[in-house]
């Protein structure tokens, strides 16, 4: 598609239960991003895959999330045990290889009651 | 680690060039400079970037100082879509990987 492509644009899920959260890139970028921004705040690093590299899970804030890249393509963020400070609104973007801006979707806001 | 400082919020009159300031006296020879900005309920949309050199494209004009200590975003004819929140971000390489470091934003008002 023409752009980044996040699914789906509105979660609700209960505490304690697992949720996956897809992104699309722009077919052909190499270089994917996902973060995280609550209420109000900016947005904050999670992890981020390049090419066939290892990805920099830098930014993961527990081992309750894991992310992976399938493909070199599609990704899924994987929150397990869901808790209320998990509350956010989550942002994929890709980018192409060599140069030039990064692409944002328009994110998952994730609600966990 | 943010690594930019940015007023919390700005007002600009229609019509009216905005001139959105950011500081990143830490910021490395090799990390660009990045401007975002987001609208509510939005993801981040790609103004501008750039290294050393003052750029422009058809949405706005980036100054960089000499010592590429801080920076300047400029909106040329600003208008009432322009209210946003703006982000100067610097893009961090470490390791080889390369990242966008984002900080709070300016929340740039146009008024009418």
């Known amino acids: 598609g023409a752009g980044v492509s996040q699914s789906p644009s509105n979660k609700v899920t209960e505490k304690g239960k697992d949720v996956e959260l897809r992104c699309d890139p722009i077919s052909g970028h190499t270089a994917l991003y996902w973060y995280r921004q609550s209420l109000g705040q900016g947005l904050e690093f999670l992890i981020y895959f390049q090419g066939n590299s290892a990805p920099d899970k830098s930014g993961l804030p527990s081992d309750r999330f894991s992310a992976e890249r399938t493909g070199g393509s599609v990704s899924t963020l994987t929150i397990q045990r869901t808790q209320q400070e998990d509350s956010a609104v989550y942002l994929c973007?890709?980018?192409?290889?060599?140069?030039?801006?990064?692409?944002f979707g328009s994110g998952t806001r994730l609600t966990v009651v | 680690d943010a690594k930019t400082t940015q007023p919390p919020s700005m007002d600009c009159a229609e019509g009216r060039a905005a001139n959105l300031p950011c500081n990143h006296s830490?910021?490395?020879?090799?990390?660009?400079v990045y401007w975002y900005r987001q609208i509510h309920s939005q993801g981040p949309q790609y103004i501008i970037h750039g290294l050393k050199n003052n750029e422009t494209n058809e949405m706005a004009s980036l100054i960089i100082t000499e010592d590429r200590k801080s920076s300047t975003l400029i909106l040329p004819h600003a208008t009432l879509r322009d209210t946003a929140v703006y982000y100067c971000?610097?893009?961090?390489?470490?390791?080889?990987?390369?990242?966008?470091?984002f900080g709070q934003g300016t929340r740039l008002t146009i008024n009418p």
């Open positions: 973007a890709s980018r192409p290889q060599a140069k030039g801006g990064y692409t």
């Open positions: 971000i610097v893009r961090v390489v470490r390791q080889g990987a390369q990242k966008l470091v």
């Open positions: 830490t910021i490395s020879g090799n990390e660009y």
